[in-house]
């Protein structure tokens, strides 16, 4: 095959990514952000099945305009189950957010004090105050999911 071709990929219906294909390369700080979208998902399987066909990598830059365009023709059956899968992929990081040693406080019971103002010099650009000291620990506030951790 030519290096400069890309072959016509059918990606998977149902998806073959297990839930823990899907998050298996996160590190412990990603475990704490949100599964990917059944668009991201999609793109995984499409990845997947190039490199079955080609057996290397590939530049993303040179084969993303393929994916995009492979999953603006696929059907809503197929969007749907990457969809739950996504979904899939959340629940069981909820699952590990939950069995971890990590604590979360939410706001609602608890909240650090607010951090002080900024000098006002227009020249110095100051960015936002993301630990929080609380005794011994640090607070670390996740606006996502809008809960604080404790670490």
């Known amino acids: 095959m030519d290096n400069n071709e890309i072959p016509l990929i059918n990606v998977p219906y149902p998806p073959e990514l297990s839930v823990e294909e899907i998050l298996s390369r996160r590190s412990d700080e990603r475990l704490r952000s949100r599964a990917p979208n059944q668009y991201f998902i999609y793109r995984m399987a499409y990845i997947k099945q190039l490199r079955k066909i080609i057996g290397d990598n590939i530049s993303m830059i040179r084969i993303s305009p393929y994916i995009s365009s492979s999953w603006s023709k696929e059907p809503p059956e197929v969007k ?6 996504s979904g899939q992929a959340e629940n069981r990081l909820k699952e590990i957010r939950k069995s971890s040693s990590l604590v979360i406080i939410h ?10 103002s900024p000098p006002t010099n227009n020249n110095i650009i ?25 670490y």
């Open 107 to 116: 706001e609602s019971l608890s909240s650090p004090p607010p951090p002080p």
């Open 80 to 85: 749907e189950a990457y969809k739950r899968l």
């Open 126 to 150: 100051y960015g936002p105050t993301f630990f929080y000291p609380y005794f011994d620990y640090y607070y670390y506030y996740d606006y996502y999911n809008d809960c604080y951790y404790l």
